[in-house]
């Protein structure tokens, strides 16, 4: 017994024969007929009274024509929940990103894509970079990550550069200095944010790169590496993550070295225009 035999029975009692509901239901008359046979086999009785012109229903065909009506209008309430689901699916944004959106101002960003799109919902999850690998099989609709990702079927987007920049305390000798080179500090304290950041790895690189051993190095949290800045030590971070700090206390200095650790966008092309109309705002 399918759905559509249950309709083409209900229909069959609404217009009273098979011609007019063969009519409104498009299709022909013999097919409506052929499908209440298969019915009546199926159910081992008899629904209709055929004995006179209009058709008429057996008590049997009275009892299923009552359940059919309750279960029809049951059918009904489900596809329409599941349409309001898919409509919900479809007006969702899925996103995994690093927790930057103060300090790239995309709080904002994403205040205004709401505005614009009151009817699409964007979900965040908050993800440090240590956690990365376990939510790429998550099928997110995009990521939000700095440096260059290997995310196979994602295409990638620039939404922010940013390159590293050094800070020490207002008292370290070279805190007049605007512009220094990563080697000016081969005898200091090196600071750095956490070992498994993007962030991290590439100071580190770079330091190989340019040969510079320093006499030690202490990772950290952002706050914790300002708030531990001394007379003779140095912290490596990305400039653009400054922003939300306050930094009376403290001195930036550009880099010789152009460092860059750019946050990149990650989305999964897809047919949904919620997605679409994130990427070309953005």
Same mark, same amino acid.
């Given at each position: ?16 024969? #098979? ?10 008359? &013999? ?14 009785? *008899?629904? #209709?009274? =055929? ?7 057996? @008590?049997?065909?009275?009892? #299923? ?5 309750? $279960? ?5 309430? /489900? /596809? !329409?929940? $599941? %349409? *309001? ?8 944004? =899925? ?12 709080? &904002? ?15 965040? %999850?908050?993800?440090?970079? =240590? ?7 998550? &099928?997110?609709?995009?990521? *939000?990550?700095?440096?260059? /990702?290997? $995310? ?6 620039? $939404?922010? @550069? ?16 605007? @512009? ?30 340019? %040969? ?5 190095? =202490? ?11 001394? %007379?003779?030590?140095?912290? #490596?971070?990305?400039? @653009?993550?400054?922003?939300?700090? +306050? ?14 650790? !750019? ?7 897809? +047919? ?11």
């Amino acid at each position: 017994m399918t759905i559509d035999q249950i309709k083409y029975f209900c229909a069959i009692c609404q217009y009273k024969t #098979f011609s007019n509901a063969a009519l409104e239901l498009h299709i022909t008359q &013999s097919s409506l007929s052929k499908q209440m046979i298969k019915l009546e086999n199926e159910l081992d009785m *008899i629904l #209709f009274d =055929r004995s006179h012109r209009q058709i008429t229903l057996t @008590k049997a065909g009275e009892q #299923f024509y009552e359940d059919a009506q309750i $279960l029809l209008k049951d059918y009904n309430h /489900m /596809m !329409n929940h $599941l %349409d *309001i689901l898919k409509d919900n699916t479809q007006n969702t944004i =899925r996103i995994a990103m690093l927790p930057i959106l103060s300090q790239y101002n995309l709080a &904002s960003k994403l205040d205004d894509f709401s505005s614009l799109y009151p009817s699409y919902h964007v979900e965040i %999850d908050e993800i440090e970079e =240590r956690d990365i690998q376990d939510v790429l099989n998550n &099928s997110y609709d995009m990521y *939000i990550l700095r440096g260059h /990702m290997n $995310l196979p079927n994602y295409k990638k987007i620039l $939404l922010y @550069k940013d390159k590293l920049t050094a800070i020490t305390s207002y008292k370290h000798p070279l805190s007049a200095y605007d @512009k220094v080179s990563i080697l000016d500090f081969k005898n200091n304290e090196i600071l750095l944010p956490p070992q498994y950041t993007t962030i991290a790895h590439i100071a580190l690189e770079e330091f190989k790169t340019l %040969d510079f051993h320093p006499i030690h190095i =202490r990772y950290g949290r952002l706050e914790t590496i300002l708030s531990s800045l001394k %007379d003779y030590n140095v912290a #490596f971070v990305m400039e @653009k993550t400054l922003s939300m700090y +306050h930094l009376s206390n403290l001195c930036m200095h550009t880099l010789d070295e152009e460092v860059y650790g !750019n946050i990149y966008l990650y989305y999964l092309p897809s +047919h949904k225009s919620c997605i679409q109309n994130f990427i070309s705002m953005f």
